[in-house]
Each structure stands twice: as C-alpha cells, then as structure tokens.
C-alpha cells in the first residue's frame, strides 16, 4: 500500500494535498490495473494446464489430474487393478488422448470466462476468493458438457468401455456400485466420469499456479 501512496504523491507533486492516497487497496485492486492483472494469471494458469493436456507423457504423470479422479471411477479402477491391471494403465492412457483431443473444446471456453470477469469478482478474490474458484463456478458444467461428446467419441473408438465390461463380467461389483441391478458400465457414464475427471483436473492446475504466484502478482492489493 506504501508504494501506491509514494506514487501518487510522486505524480501530484510536492506541496500538494494529497487526498487521493486513502485509497484502499480494494479500490486499486479493482481498477483496470488489477483486473487486468487477474485476468493474465488465469490465463497464463490455463495456458499450463492446456500444455499438460496437450502432451500426453505430461498428462500421465501430474498428480493434480490423478487427484481429480472421481469416486466411482477410482472404485472401478480398484477392482480392475485385482483383475486386470494392464486395463487400468490402458484406460488411462486412452483418457490421457482424449484429454488432448479437448484442449480446443476448452480453452476458448476458459479464455471467455476469464475475459468477462469485472470488479466485482475482482472484489469476491481480495476478499478471500480465489480466482480460479470463480472460474469453476462460471465454466465448470458448461465445460462438462461441451467436452463429453469428444471423449465419449474417444473412449468408444478405443473400445475401452466394451474392454471393462468384458473383464469385469460375472461380478456383481458394477451392480453395487452403480446402483439397481446394472451390471455393465455404460459406455456414456465412463465418458461423465472421465470428463469430470478431465475439467476437475484442469481447475486443479490452474489453482496451483494461482497458489503460486498470487503472493508475488497480488500481494500489493492486499491478497
């Protein structure tokens, strides 16, 4: 805040009065200067977790995907791993290739949101938001369901889902899990869970890169 106060007493000159320099640090971090410096660590966040989609290897190995990982796909995951373990590396390869075949769905999507954001969410993050919290609030279902048609187009071009099925036939694990008397993995409710997967993972990288670098970007607003 001191720096603010310098400068502006800079600008106006000596001898002046100054009475513009009670501005709070809400009211700077609101202006264009800080909007703008919102907008760019998002969108520098989504540009990371876009390369980490794009590239396969690198989409394997992060954990923030991995933890992402929705309940009910863990579940079978964790069967598959008695059963056949080689089928849970290949499922996650094939959702690994559908990632990159979403970054295109996504980006603009993020890039959107990001763009829209005004003073007033800009206010919500100085008060304790985090900033890619308002994005997921804005983008989440909608990046959901625009991506789900794509990776459900790549887990049946794999035949992944019909792979499960086949492996898991006799159980009556799925019926337990998924509920009635369902014993098959619907090839539509993998390609949900896996693009929840998809988007839940992506906010996890942006957020992490919010974390950090928010300290050095925002920390003159006070965040």
């Known amino acids: ?58 989409f394997l190995q ?51 949101a990001v763009n829209s954001l005004n003073a007033q969410d800009v206010s919500r993050i100085i008060q304790g938001t985090t900033a890619t919290q308002i994005l997921k609030e804005k983008t989440s279902q909608q990046l959901v369901a625009a991506i789900a048609p794509k990776v459900d187009e790549k887990l049946n071009e794999y035949g ?11 159980s009556n694990f799925l019926g337990s899990l998924l509920g009635g008397n369902s014993n098959t993995v619907n090839a539509g409710g993998l390609s949900q869970l896996a693009s929840e997967q998809l988007v839940a993972g992506l906010f996890n990288i942006i957020e992490d890169y919010e974390h950090q670098n928010s300290k050095s970007l925002l920390g003159p607003f006070g965040k």
């Open 1 to 58: 805040m001191k720096k603010y106060i310098i400068a502006a007493a800079l600008i106006m000159g000596t001898g002046a009065l100054i009475t513009t320099t009670v501005q709070s640090c809400t009211t700077i971090a609101t202006s264009d200067m800080g909007l703008s410096i919102i907008k760019r660590m998002l969108l520098n966040g989504i540009d990371k977790g876009m390369g980490v989609y794009a590239n396969k290897e690198a």
């Open 62 to 112: 992060n954990n923030m995907v991995d933890k992402a990982l929705p309940k009910q796909l863990r579940e079978i995951n964790s069967m598959l791993e008695k059963i056949a373990p080689s089928l849970v590396a290949k499922e996650r390869d094939y959702i690994a290739q559908a990632a990159a075949y979403t970054v295109n769905t996504s980006k603009p999507i993020l890039q959107g």
């Open 160 to 170: 992944i889902v019909k792979t499960i099925n086949t492996a898991l036939a006799g």
